[in-house]
């Protein structure tokens, strides 16, 4: 492949995962497959309130029973005295209990099955108080309010640093109210906008809180260090360092006293960053043992951090000539009973799209009596998207335009303002549109009986970060490369060919070892699409310096100046000279063993990106839907997203799959919903519907290289962007398929049935 | 206390177990062998599939006592002499597998399928594999990897 003028060799040619043998064999390390001497293993006991006071806590039954070691409450862990402000923070509860599911006890015993066997033991005496649960009432200004003194002060949470982006102003208002924060995003003058429109369509969309399902339970392992104090902590996160800092701060340890070693994760789609690691820390220092901690899949989704709902109300404009003049939209994010802030990012998002001159955006984040919300893959796209492409695709059907026509018309280009006013970096969106309106699925569609198509865009700004790494070259010619983020996508096996390519050896003769917070260089954390677009730039600095050691050892060695010098596959060798090559681990036992020189062959490289890439896509979704039932079935999916340059394309398409399949997810199956009381209904797999197999259809990835400028090679984040078209497109298609439009995800066949019922009982109660 | 004899991956162990251990927990805890994973409490992901006498099962569901006498073969017996099954290759070759917690019960399932089904069209393996549960790969490459098996097994090219 050709890419910038140059010739790859080996990047941007597919290659398979680098630890896959150790997953396809078992013999991966997942945190809850660890097993450390004298371990003990703890359970939790949850609230069964959403709000309620601590009356009593008896825990003699449960101390009394065979094989239990301890049961701890708040103040016998060495966390008593930080402020309960994040869901981090709420290691256990103290006098009241905030949500469904807050962790209240803990208990350790040498076995897992003696812990649960006296978790049931320990009684805990409530005495229940109202919840608020509804968000619209929650955030009216009459409601009783969660936090009447304000929330308690101390640091900030660690899982909000998603996307490099300016999330907007945000204001806090004096008066106690359950808006936490506000941002407001205003351009031109929306007023006039609506008055020069020929076309207005107004409607209300609501996203439910959807989990992130990664497959593998919260897990962490916690050895304290008795001699030196401190702790190490085993654990299945995204950010080492991250989890590193949280424990330290609620432990009240310095950092270099705590040491977090990533183990392979088992997904995290942005919810792993230290949930239950201060837990696990505060118990096994307090107990002076190694404890084990993982989560049932039903404690899981109620301990940890969903993504909120939202409620986005939206009014947009465009002239009969097409073009937009203006997007209004008041947004309510359902955070829960924690701060969380995606409003500024939903904001950006719905009013970055398309061109438009007149804008005015408002978001409120509310908090209510329920888990705090945390991120999932592209936090707040999939709902920003549902609204903006539900409402585009409506208004080009209104004004008798060809729905990718319209977007192409509109579409933002770079230098266009997003939502909040700030320009957009270089970004591909109209590549995107182009490609899609060209390819077969959408230009030759042909839909059978109650069949539709539908489309829609997406895009995410993706983050970055400054980032280390350090490469070395063995004797046997083995080169190393150590790195400090975590592998969550198939991000090693991209940095790989970096190093590959510039040291032309082949992948396999390459380790990459990802360092602990003692061992490995800094790196950020892996969400925000952002490790592969900031890691690589270091990895391939130090590949590079490495290469440059080489090459000065080698003219040395055949007495030849370094430009004579030329580096093919492992081996120095002087050009037009082929008999005098040398191979890169000689040389480096050469460097071992020479006085003066370089000496060993190692380097470090770092890079801090100064841009992000964000990445832009264009799905189709067909679907049918019996009109009998209102059985959705999805019969071709299409994603185009615009990657930069694919680094190693098998990776990126694997991102594409997954995410579009958890923005199908978004659209047709998963919503976590909460009663009245605040009791989670749906707390395991069998009511919570992930995505099955026979429930979704292939998934056509279309890679498009639009190089980014300042990414590793054109490289753009990959991760996040594929999430965010897919319930849009569906409920497109939908609209398509039977002339309903549904406003609701996910768009479930009861709904999706009432909803043709009206229709067909011509009282339509969706206007537009 | 109950005492059971089972036969893993060859190897034949006698050991004590509560009478309510489950399988899963009697391979990972007792045996060690903790390739075989846990991601739910409701028997729903397929996180635990095993081969107990040849055929695909939940280990979550099953007592360990129910296996006293039994032949389990977990992903950790797969390999023979070191030499990859087809299954495993597939999943490799074709990046069937992203995180890996699915994929050792994922290819333990599609074992059972292809014994059952040699030759499955994609609709079969979609349909064969819908008590696995994966929220990384979106299952399109899963499929690939089993019919990359499937061909393999039948000593056929591999499809492209
Ligand atoms: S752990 Fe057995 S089906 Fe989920
Ligand atoms: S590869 Fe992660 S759950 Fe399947």
């Known amino acids: ?768 | 206390m109950a005492t059971i004899t089972v036969t893993v991956n060859g190897k034949s162990y006698t050991s004590e177990v509560e009478p309510r251990t489950l399988l899963v927990h009697y391979l990972r805890e007792h045996l060690n062998l903790t390739g075989t994973h846990i991601g739910c409490d409701t028997s729903q992901c397929g996180a635990c599939v095993v081969l107990v006498d040849g055929v695909s099962v939940k280990s979550c569901t099953m007592l360990a006592v129910q296996a006293d006498g039994a032949n389990v073969l977990t992903i950790e017996g797969l390999a023979q002499n070191g030499q990859l099954h087809p299954l495993q290759e597939g999943f490799w070759e074709c990046h069937g597998l992203q995180c890996g917690y699915c994929t050792p019960g994922m290819i333990m399932a599609a074992y059972d399928l292809l014994q059952q089904n040699p030759e499955p069209t994609d609709e079969e393996v979609r349909h064969g594999l819908e008590g696995n549960l994966c929220r990384c790969t979106g299952y399109h490459n899963i499929v690939r990897a089993v019919q990359y098996a499937a061909a393999k097994m039948r000593s056929e090219e591999v499809p492209a």
């Open chain 1, 1 to 768: 492949m050709s890419h910038n003028g140059s010739t790859f060799r080996y990047l941007g040619k597919g290659h398979r995962l680098i630890e896959g043998l150790e997953k396809i064999t078992g013999n991966a390390k997942y945190a809850g497959d660890l097993s450390l001497p004298g371990m003990l293993h703890a359970c939790l006991v949850l609230s069964p309130y959403a709000h309620a006071r601590i009356v009593a806590i008896d825990r003699s039954t449960a101390q009394a029973a065979p094989g239990v070691v301890a049961v701890l409450t708040a103040d016998d862990l060495p966390t008593r005295d930080r402020a309960v402000n994040s869901r981090h923070s709420a290691v256990l509860a103290k006098d009241r209990v905030l949500w469904r599911g807050q962790p209240v006890v803990v208990v350790v015993g040498e076995t897992e099955a003696a812990a649960r066997d006296a978790a049931d033991r320990v009684v805990v005496e409530y005495e229940p108080l109202t919840p608020i649960i509804d968000v619209q009432k929650a955030a009216a200004p009459d409601a009783p309010v969660i936090w009447p003194q304000g929330l308690p002060k101390e640091g900030a949470d660690l899982t909000a640093a998603h996307a490099a982006v300016d999330k907007g102003e945000q204001e806090t208002t004096g008066a106690p109210s359950n808006i936490h924060d506000e941002v407001h995003f205003v351009r031109g003058d929306v007023e006039r906008g609506f008055a020069e429109a020929d076309v207005v369509i107004e409607r209300v969309y609501r996203t439910p809180m959807v989990h992130q399902g990664y497959l593998e339970p919260h897990a962490s392992v916690a050895e304290p260090d008795l001699y030196r104090g401190g702790v190490t902590v085993y654990t299945s996160t995204q950010g080492q360092f991250s989890v590193r800092d949280e424990v330290a701060r609620l432990l009240s340890l310095p950092k270099h006293k705590v040491r977090v070693v990533p183990m392979t994760i088992g997904g995290g789609f942005g919810a792993k960053y230290g949930i239950i690691d201060p837990l696990v820390a505060a118990v096994a220092i307090t107990v002076k043992r190694p404890v084990r901690l993982v989560l049932t899949r039903t404690e899981d989704f109620l301990s940890t951090t969903p993504s909120p709902a939202a409620i986005v109300e939206l009014k947009v404009g465009a002239r009969a000539d097409g073009t937009l003049t203006a997007i209004q939209a008041r947004v309510l994010m359902d955070n829960g009973v924690f701060p969380f802030t995606l409003g500024g990012i939903v904001g950006i998002l719905l009013g970055g799209y398309y061109k438009c001159p007149n804008l005015r955006i408002d978001c409120y984040e509310v908090l209510t009596h329920k888990p705090q919300a945390g991120a999932y893959r592209a936090p707040g796209a999939p709902t920003a998207t549902f609204a903006i492409e539900s409402t585009i695709d409506d208004l080009a059907r209104a004004l008798g335009h060809d729905p990718l026509t319209f977007r192409l018309q509109n579409a933002a280009e770079t230098g266009d303002p997003m939502g909040n006013n700030d320009p957009w970096p270089h970004i591909g969106l109209k590549l995107v549109l182009e490609r899609l309106r060209d390819h077969p699925a959408w230009k030759d569609r042909q839909v059978g009986p109650n069949e539709g198509v539908g489309i829609a865009i997406g895009g995410w700004p993706c983050g970055m970060s400054p980032a280390a790494s350090i490469c070395r070259v063995d004797t046997d010619g083995t080169v190393r490369i150590h790195v400090g983020s975590v592998d969550i996508s198939g991000v090693n096996s991209s940095l790989v060919l970096v190093v590959a390519e510039i040291l032309d050896i082949p992948p396999e003769q390459i380790e990459l070892i990802q360092g602990d917070t003692r061992s490995g260089p800094f790196a950020g954390p892996s969400g925000g699409s952002q490790t592969t677009y900031s890691v690589a730039g270091a990895v391939a600095k130090a590949a590079r310096a490495v290469r440059e050691k080489l090459f000065e050892i080698a003219a040395d060695h055949f007495e030849v100046s370094v430009a004579d010098l030329e580096l093919r596959n492992g081996m120095v060798s002087v050009r037009g000279f082929p008999d005098k090559a040398v191979s890169i681990g000689t040389l480096a036992a050469i460097a071992e063993s020479k006085a003066g020189g370089p000496g060993p062959i190692i380097a470090e490289g770092s890079a801090a990106v100064s841009e992000n890439a964000p990445g832009f896509v264009a799905h189709l979704a067909k679907v049918h839907v019996d009109p009998e039932t209102g059985q959705v079935t999805l019969k071709q999916y299409v994603a185009i997203q615009d990657v930069g340059f694919a680094l190693n394309p098998t990776m990126v398409a694997g991102q594409i799959h997954g995410g579009s399949v958890q923005g199908i997810g978004w659209g047709l199956y998963e919503a976590m919903i909460y009663d009245e009381y605040g009791q989670l209904l749906t707390a395991s797999f069998m009511d919570y519907n992930l995505p099955a197999f026979d429930q979704v259809p292939d998934i056509e990835a279309v890679l498009v290289e639009n190089p980014s400028p300042y990414g590793p090679f054109g490289a753009r984040g990959v991760g996040e962007p594929p999430i965010t078209a897919g319930a849009a497109a569906i409920a497109n298609a939908i609209r398509d398929a039977t002339g309903v439009r549904m406003t609701e995800l996910p768009i479930r066949a009861e709904a999706l049935w009432r909803a043709m019922r009206e229709q067909i009982n011509g009282q339509s109660s969706t206007p537009g």
